[in-house]
């Protein structure tokens, strides 16, 4: 009886296991939100340096269109506007995802839908290996084949945030059109069926019953693809023209908060205005994809089928 | 408008929609090796880079590249194991998880470059670790481990939970169920998962050209010792990877032929990413039919 | 069983790296060199020749501009920082801590597209192009087109030599597109119409047009006499005295050899053929010889 109590008051050799499996899973977990935190915390502490170190104001910053750091205005202002750059940001990555977002939504269903055994066989491979071309050489083929192309039809420079676009079109295409796919193929069989099997045809069922279904998936796709617009730095910075000006047409020169943290970093002196402005530009890239990720985790709220 | 006919115009709609996906996909494809293919030859793919003479080659650059994606595969997939068990295994529903998984795709839409410059204050300055092989391959670890996560996580789950009930029925524990059941059979979907992520680590720049530095010493391909400078095998000597090199070129580039040998790094860059997704495939369909016949 | 050992077989091989890694370093000696992307060539062709013939002494080589450089070397993080400015330059650069080391001069030229018909422009029609105030070509005596320009990014080491030299006091460039880099910025001058920029003498090529500034032509023998006024020496600079391999380095840059032949032939002016010298204000003064 004795050995019997004994025997079950000992931790079992199993239990010791799951506990060990929790902790080493646990500890894994732990360090990836540490290293989220520590890079939060690191950014946004050189950025706030702007307003507390330097007492620059937060409207002059948000909301001034002068970016000259290192200069001064006539009042004695350090002239750090970053409108220019925020407004060049959201138009590119707004319009790379209009254009984006039909094709991928397009070439998803197809793969899905219409032609599954095509889809998988020439387009999936295509898109999978799209997403591995680095951003150099998108910058690249960009400035060699895109901006002169922008000229002939346009005129000016080229540069401008219509190249940005195109190109950014292309980099969040494959982004884009494999989480649509996956958001498709989870829809269940079973949806599909009952609606054949009330007589709709291809198109009213994946217009009615599997594009509704899939919604929130889908708006999470294209929100993915806006937040690697967002942040791409290359790629960007070879074909948009970097000037610190709001955008007045899309075809003269402009800059995202990307391409001219990328442009400064180097050449700037830790410590000082000038590189502490440039991590301010970067906390608000952290931000912004703070904020698209709170956004597609309220929308797979919102919208999941109950 | 019959419901026929719509459906018809949309069909020949979507056929267009992917049939110009294909086309756009293909001639960048095309423009690129088209380009890039004309410059392979030996040397090429022997010598080292030239400074600012004519006929550089690759050989350090690429080795860099495999070696630096193989640490980053080394240590990133652990981690991203333990956390996708987690997370599939243990993880309650509550807000605690909630705020994990925010955390983890937060760091997924990072700008590579501010990875990149994390990397330099954090790695290289504050923990001394130089420009190294090792600061690249952890700043590409921040860079890798959310995508992983995700991958392995969803291989997890989409085994059936009979199989998990079955397991938990023997009497085994949840540890043993995911380590002996889950785990074996989720191996394809892992396997295929990691070798994409591949592809991506492999054509990163901007993450590394403050990490793993934009100088490639050059290496002793006879010396195996891991604590000098010219072995391979050293994981604290800088390295330029393929696709730094591809940037290095175009923005301060001396040679002569910097054009050329910038087409036919992009090529051979291209070239491996498609290797890796056959790998992935052929990879992922032999050990699935092993383990359904065994 | 097999991923097990697979795991184990894994843990080793990563130990066994760190501990080589971490291991003492057997007759091997490394220093880095960081900054001035510019610079990078140069110091990385020397370094590689200076490895091959001191065997096991490797030189370290990054960019990372020159604030980087400055900033690196002030906190004592590498060996060498590289600058195409002086530090005194920089603000927050506390610059009497370190050492300057002049290793080379580089001229800075104007290039524009091969398109345009312009081939010579004063140093006052230059300022004036950089800060907006001549927008179009027919003014300088071409055609009819407009002037696109191209800057550097601001904290730049060459657009800081560049416009502190064609700038008179109280004249500030427009704000206009930006390029990082030397050869980004040859890239888009080929391919652009119109458009002007500068770069460094040693990416002078064919794909573009160099322009003389005041009838003298963008050649080496011009910047020896301060003909060609848009000059930039190249600063190595070291955190208190250079000892050891960073001493040994130094000097092997500045030895006849290399001066002589490797600065050369990677597009520099050796600092002895200079027969003028620059102080930090600007003030040029010749040379006794």
């Known amino acids: 009886m004795e050995e019997t109590v004994q025997h079950f008051k000992k931790r079992s050799p199993k239990r010791k296991q799951e506990r060990f499996g929790k902790t080493i899973s646990l500890v894994a977990t732990i360090f990836i939100v540490s290293i989220v935190f520590s890079i939060l915390f690191f950014v946004a502490s050189r950025g706030l340096r702007t307003f507390t170190e330097h007492g620059v104001s937060a409207i002059d ?150 594009l509704r279904a899939a919604s929130p998936g889908l708006l999470t796709a294209v929100i993915f693809g806006m937040a690697r617009a967002f942040g791409e730095a290359l790629a960007v910075q070879m074909v948009i023209g970097n000037a610190a000006l709001v955008p007045d047409s899309l075809t003269t020169p402009a800059s995202t908060l990307t391409s001219i943290l990328t442009m400064n970093m180097g050449n700037t002196v830790l410590g000082t205005l000038e590189n502490d402005v440039l991590w301010s530009l970067a906390t608000i890239l952290l931000f912004m994809s703070l904020f698209f990720n709170i956004l597609t985790r309220w929308i797979g709220k919102k919208g999941a089928m109950k | 408008m019959t419901p026929k006919k719509a459906d018809k115009i949309a069909v020949n709609v979507l056929y267009g929609l992917s049939g110009i996906i294909v086309l756009i996909l293909a001639s960048l494809l095309t423009y690129i090796l088209v380009r890039g293919v004309p410059q392979f030859s030996i040397e090429f793919f022997t010598q080292p880079a030239k400074t600012f ?50 955390a983890i795709e937060v760091l997924s839409s990072l700008p590579s470059i501010v990875v990149g410059l994390f990397g330099f204050l954090m790695f290289v300055v504050q923990f001394k670790l130089g420009f190294s092989i090792l600061s690249g391959a952890l700043a590409l670890m921040i860079f890798n481990l959310p995508l992983l996560t995700r991958t392995i996580e969803d291989s997890l789950t989409a085994i059936p939970s009979s199989q998990r009930e079955g397991g938990l029925a023997l009497g085994l524990s949840k540890w043993e169920t995911v380590t002996r059941i889950i785990l074996p059979a989720a191996m394809p979907g892992i396997i295929t998962g990691v070798i994409l992520s591949a592809g991506r680590i492999f054509g990163e720049a901007a993450a590394l050209i403050y990490t793993a530095g934009q100088s490639a010493p050059a290496l002793d391909f006879t010396n195996w010792n891991p604590m000098s400078i010219t072995s391979p095998l050293n994981i604290m000597r800088p390295a330029e990877t393929l696709a730094v090199h591809i940037w290095k070129i175009n923005s301060e580039g001396l040679m002569p032929d910097g054009p050329d040998v910038s087409a036919g790094a992009s090529a051979v860059l291209i070239l491996a990413v498609l290797s890796f997704n056959l790998l992935a495939r052929y990879l992922g369909k032999k050990i699935q039919k092993k383990i359904t016949s065994a | 069983m097999k991923l097990k050992r697979m795991i184990t077989t894994t843990t080793i091989t990563i ?100 398109e345009v018909d312009v081939d010579d422009v004063s140093l006052d029609e230059l300022a004036k192009i950089f800060t907006g105030e001549i927008t179009n070509w027919s003014e300088l005596g071409g055609k009819d087109r407009k002037i696109v320009v191209i800057n550097r990014a601001s ?135």
């Open chain 1, 61 to 210: 910053f948000f909301a001034g269109t002068a970016w000259r750091p290192g200069e001064v205005s006539d009042a004695g202002e350090p002239l750090v506007g970053a409108f220019p750059m925020i407004a060049g940001s959201f138009l590119v990555t707004i319009f790379s995802a209009l254009l984006a977002t039909p094709f991928a939504l397009g070439a998803a269903i197809f793969m899905t839908e219409i032609s599954p055994k095509t889809g998988k066989k020439y387009l999936q491979p295509v898109i999978e290996l799209l997403v591995g071309i680095p951003s150099v050489v998108y910058g690249f083929i960009g400035l060699t084949v895109i901006v002169p192309f922008i000229r002939q039809i346009f005129g000016g420079t080229g540069f401008g945030v219509l190249a940005a676009t195109l190109v950014l079109f292309v980099m969040i295409l494959p982004t884009t059109t494999s989480m649509a796919v996956d958001t498709l193929n989870a829809v269940p069989r079973y949806y599909r069926e009952a609606s054949f099997a009330m007589g709709a045809t291809r198109w009213q069922t994946i217009y009615k019953v599997v």
């Open chain 2, 53 to 102: 003479e004519v006929g550089g080659g690759i050989i350090i650059q690429l080795y860099n590249s495999f070696y630096l994606l193989l640490l980053t595969l080394l240590i990133s997939t652990p981690v991203a194991m333990g956390a996708a068990i987690y997370l599939s295994v243990y993880a309650p529903q509550n807000s605690f998880t909630t705020f994990v998984r925010t």
């Open chain 3, 15 to 114: 130990a066994g790296l760190f501990l080589g890694a971490c291991g003492p370093v057997v007759e091997q000696e490394s220093i880095t060199v960081v900054g001035s992307t510019a610079m990078q060539p140069l110091v990385e062709a020397a370094g590689e020749q200076f490895s091959s013939e001191n065997l096991g002494k490797y030189i370290n080589v990054q960019g990372g501009g020159s604030g980087t450089g400055l900033s690196q070397i002030s906190a004592g993080a590498v060996d060498i920082g590289n600058s195409d400015v002086f530090a005194e330059q920089k603000d927050e650069i506390d610059a009497s801590k370190l050492e300057d080391h002049l290793v080379a001069v580089v001229g800075i030229g104007p290039i524009v597209n091969p």
């Open chain 3, 155 to 289: 904290g730049s080491g060459t657009r800081g030599a560049f416009e502190s030299i064609i700038f008179q006091e109280g004249q500030k460039s427009m704000i206009t597109q930006e390029q990082e880099a030397n050869g980004t910025v040859r890239s888009i001058v080929s391919s652009t119409p119109g458009t002007i920029s500068y770069v460094a003498f040693p990416y002078f090529d064919d794909s573009i047009k160099a322009l003389h500034v005041n009838g003298f032509e963008p050649v080496d023998e011009n910047v020896y006499t301060n003909d060609w006024v848009i000059w930039a020496y190249q600063h190595m600079y070291t955190n208190g005295e250079a000892e050891g391999l960073t001493k040994e380095f130094i000097d092997y840059m500045l030895s006849d050899t290399t001066q002589e032949n490797l600065v050369p032939r990677v597009g520099y002016i050796p600092v002895s053929k200079m027969e003028v010298e620059r102080d930090l204000d600007g003030n040029v003064t010749d040379i006794e010889k």
